[in-house]
T-cell receptor, first 117, second 113 residues
Framework: GAGVSQTPSNKVTEKGKYVELRCDPI?????LYWYRQSLGQGPEFLIY????????DSGLPNDRFFAVRPEGSVSTLKIQRTERGDSAVYLC???????????????FGEGSRLTVL | GNSVTQMEGPVTLSEEAFLTINCTYT??????LFWYVQYPGEGLQLLLK?????DKGSNKGFEATYRKETTSFHLEKGSVQVSDSAVYFC????????????FGKGMKLTVNP
């Protein structure tokens, strides 16, 4: 597609349930990022992939959060045993990593809004 | 650690008013600085950037100058339009690391006709 696609756009779940959020990046973009945006806050970094591997997962809040990108394209963010505090908009972005003049030029999807009841 | 501080909103202006959104940063070394914008119903998108001191980024009538001496990157526009209504985020990337953007909290701007 032309842009970064995220599904679902909205997800309502109950506390303790398992959730998967999907991101389809721009074709050809080698780097993929997940951010989390809580109400009234800026996006907070979670994890970034370079190809298939997680190059930096320092932003994942705890071991309930996990992300994969098995073929270097689509990525899935997985949240186990969801808690009410996980409610937020989860943003995915992609970029052409390594092209210095383009450093920091991320293309974001519209986000997946997760509500944990 | 690295951080970005933006002026708090929300802000409401009339069309053709002058806009300034303040942004200051704390970072090790010399970061690259960015303004991202989120229009209603859309994803975040890059508005402009500056990669070294005294650089000026500009786009769509917006400008911001990288001021190392004041660690600032204030966003300005001389005459706002209704279509500029959006949330504006200042952000930085530290040199030598991954492309891990650190964002400010964002400021919501509403421009009335």
């Amino acid at each position: 597609g032309a842009g970064v696609s995220q599904t679902p756009s909205n997800k309502v779940t109950e506390k303790g349930k398992y959730v998967e959020l999907r991101c389809d990046p721009i074709s050809g973009h080698t780097a993929l990022y997940w951010y989390r945006q809580s109400l009234g806050q800026g996006p907070e970094f979670l994890i970034y992939f370079q190809g298939t591997g997680a190059a930096d997962d320092s932003g994942l809040p705890n071991d309930r959060f996990f992300a994969v990108r098995p073929e270097g394209s689509v990525s899935t963010l997985k949240i186990q045993r969801t808690e009410r505090g996980d409610s937020a908009v989860y943003l995915c972005a992609s970029s052409l990593l390594g092209a210095s003049p383009l450093m920091g030029e991320l293309f974001f999807g519209e986000g997946s809004r997760l509500t944990v009841l | 650690g690295n951080s970005v501080t933006q002026m708090e909103g929300p802000v409401t202006l009339s069309e053709e008013a002058f806009l300034t959104i303040n942004c200051t940063y704390t970072a090790t070394g010399y970061p690259s600085l960015f303004w991202y914008v989120q229009y209603p119903g859309e994803g975040l998108q890059l508005l402009l950037k500056a990669t070294k001191a005294d650089d000026k980024g500009s786009n769509k009538g917006f400008e911001a100058t990288y001021r190392k001496e004041t660690t600032s990157f204030h966003l300005e526009k001389g005459s706002v339009q209704v279509s500029d209504s959006a949330v504006y985020f200042c952000a930085l990337i530290s040199p030598g690391g991954s492309e891990k953007l650190v964002f400010g909290k964002g400021m919501k701007l509403t421009v009335n006709p």
